[in-house]
């Protein structure tokens, strides 16, 4: 069975080893590769992979929004969220598209705080497409999700696609909570600032009324937020490397008859592989 994952820059991708282990498990014998391909390229590339008989392809930065357009059939969550990361052929040269970001974002999320609702205050800095593919699921789970982001229009733009989405200005977040102490909160940086090691302007007293600070991104060094949200006297800290591993998993049950595989003894595989 082949497999693929759609991406630019790919070469570093965990996801062939991820679904490898995961194949494992079951006994399942795959190949997994990545897929270099340009924006303009992509749905050709696509479409080619699929007619030579791929079972299933991840789409990854920077194409989880054109890759909504290339489908024939979009999931409800895919759609509302306006991305695609799992493609999955139903023959005749149809193609779904759904997306479980936001669903292993909340698995991840429940394993790291150990339970399984979700309710908290979740404060998600950021507004781009990391941001918009979890709000639906973290709601789903309980959580009552709060949004701030450098550029308000952006928050806004989201507040007239999902119910419910709390905002609060940025600059807000350069102050103490004014509930300080009286809700349950979770902070996920959903930004991309970690990627040039930035500070955001955030206040210690988040960090330190916070049951947890999420980065959705990872590394092999902690990342910027997380090592500001540590100074900070964060009460706990952890990556994204989890929700990566997660959404491989729901992706792998899409794929694989719903056969969920355990995340548990790949994630330190994965660490171990980061560069
Ligand atoms: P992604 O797909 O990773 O979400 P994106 O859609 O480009 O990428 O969104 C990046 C997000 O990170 C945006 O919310 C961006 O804020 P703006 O909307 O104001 O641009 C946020 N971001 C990136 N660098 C940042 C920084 N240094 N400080 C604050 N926010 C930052």
Redesign the pocket.
């Known amino acids: 069975m082949k497999f693929t994952v759609f991406g630019n820059p790919i070469a570093h991708s965990l996801s062939p080893l991820i679904h490898q282990r995961f194949a494992e498990q079951f006994g399942i014998e795959l190949d997994y590769t990545r897929s270099l391909t340009s924006k303009a390229g992509f749905a050709a590339a696509v479409a080619k992979f699929f007619r030579s008989g791929g079972a299933g392809a991840n789409v990854t ?2 194409f ?1 929004t054109v890759a909504a357009d290339v489908v024939t059939h979009l999931t409800p969550r895919a759609a509302h969220a306006g991305a695609v990361n799992t493609l999955i052929p139903l023959g005749h040269g149809q193609l779904a598209g759904d997306t479980t970001d936001g669903e292993g974002l909340v698995r991840d999320l429940q394993r790291v705080l150990e339970r399984d609702e979700l309710p908290y205050e979740v404060l998600v ?7 918009s593919s979890v709000i639906e699921a973290l709601q789903e789970a309980g959580a009552r999700v709060v949004m701030s ?3 308000a229009a ?1 928050v806004s733009a989201l507040q007239d696609d999902f119910n419910d989405l709390q905002a609060i200005p ?1 600059s807000e977040l350069a102050r103490p909570p004014s509930l300080n102490g009286q809700v349950q909160r979770v902070v996920v940086n ?4 970690s990627l ?1 090691g ?1 500070e ?1 302007p955030i206040h210690s007293a988040w960090f330190q009324e916070s049951v947890l600070a999420y980065d959705m991104m990872y590394g092999k060094q902690s990342t910027a937020f997380l090592k500001q949200a540590q100074a900070a006297g964060a009460t706990k800290v952890a990556d994204g490397l989890g929700m990566l591993v997660e959404q491989a998993a729901l992706s792998f049950a899409l794929w694989h008859d719903g056969q969920l595989p355990n995340v548990e003894p790949v994630l330190p595989a994965v660490r171990s592989a980061l560069e």
């Open positions: 930065v920077p989880k800095i950021g507004a781009g497409g990391a941001a982001n450098r550029s952006k940025f959903a930004t991309s600032a040039s930035a955001l």
